[in-house]
T-cell receptor
C-alpha cells in the first residue's frame, strides 16, 4: 500500500533553534519526494523536491535529505524563525498511474519566542 | 503568474444544506484536483480532472459530492446534503498534465457544517 508517514505529529521549539522533521514512505514506483509548507488557512507551497538520485537539497534555511534505499527523508530547519510556524507536509510522487501524489499527514511546527 | 484561485474562502452552513465551491486553475494547466483536508491531516484526493474529463473519482462520496469542469478550465465542487463530518478545508490544485509531479495549490475553502 502506498503510504507516507511523518513524525513527529507536532513540535514546539524556541526561536533560533534547529529542528528535524522525518518522513518515511512505502510508495512505489518512486518518482520524487517533495516537502511542502502549509501556513494556517493557506494552501501548501513547495519547499524542495528530490529525485531518486539526489540525497540532499537546500532552500535557504531548509535542507531536505533523501535515502532512497531506506525510503526515508528528513527536513532540517536551521535557526528557526517565528514565521516557520506551519504544517510541513511530505509528498511522494509515484512514477505511474493517474494519481501520482501521496500525502503524509504533516508535522505541525510551532516556533515560540 | 496568477495562482490557483478559489472562492469562497470561508463558508458556514447547517447540516443537510447544500454548498458549492469554485476553482480557477493556473492558465494552461490541463489537470485539476480537488482535495479534502480535515484538521490535523494531510490532503485527501477527492477527484482529478484531465481537461474536462474525470481521471480519478474513486474517493469521492458520490451520494453527496459532485464536481464538474465543463469547459476544461474552471471547476465547481458541490456537496448536497452536507454532513457534520464534511467540515474541512477544500483545496483545489492544478498541474500542467496528469503525470506532472508538482501541483500548485489554491488557498482553499474552509467549510464548517453546524
Amino acid at each position: 500500500k502506498n503510504q507516507v508517514e511523518q513524525s513527529p505529529q507536532s513540535l514546539i521549539i524556541l526561536e533560533g533553534k534547529n529542528c528535524t522533521l522525518q518522513c518515511n514512505y512505502t510508495v512505489s514506483p518512486f518518482s520524487n519526494l517533495r516537502w511542502y509548507k502549509q501556513d494556517t488557512g493557506r494552501g501548501p507551497v513547495s519547499l524542495t523536491i528530490m529525485t531518486f538520485s539526489e540525497n540532499t537539497k537546500s532552500n535557504g534555511r531548509y535542507t531536505a535529505t533523501l535515502d532512497a534505499d531506506t525510503k526515508q527523508s528528513s527536513l532540517h530547519i536551521t535557526a528557526s524563525q517565528l514565521s516557520d510556524s506551519a504544517s510541513y507536509i511530505c509528498v511522494v510522487s509515484r512514477n505511474s498511474g493517474n494519481t501520482p501524489l501521496v500525502f503524509g499527514k504533516g508535522t505541525r511546527l510551532s516556533v515560540i519566542a | 503568474e496568477a495562482g490557483v484561485a478559489q472562492s469562497p474562502r470561508y463558508k458556514i452552513i447547517e447540516k443537510r444544506q447544500s454548498v458549492a465551491f469554485w476553482c480557477n486553475p493556473i492558465s494552461g494547466h490541463a489537470t485539476l484536483y480537488w482535495y479534502q483536508q480535515i484538521l490535523g491531516q494531510g490532503p485527501k484526493l477527492l477527484i482529478q480532472f484531465q481537461n474536462n474529463g474525470v481521471v480519478d473519482d474513486s474517493q469521492l462520496p458520490k451520494d453527496r459530492f459532485s464536481a464538474e469542469r465543463l469547459k476544461g478550465v474552471d471547476s465547481t465542487l458541490k456537496i448536497q446534503p452536507a454532513k457534520l463530518e464534511d467540515s474541512a478545508v477544500y483545496l483545489c490544485a492544478s498541474s500542467l498534465e496528469s503525470r506532472a509531479t508538482e501541483a500548485f495549490f489554491g488557498q482553499g475553502t474552509r467549510l464548517t457544517v453546524v
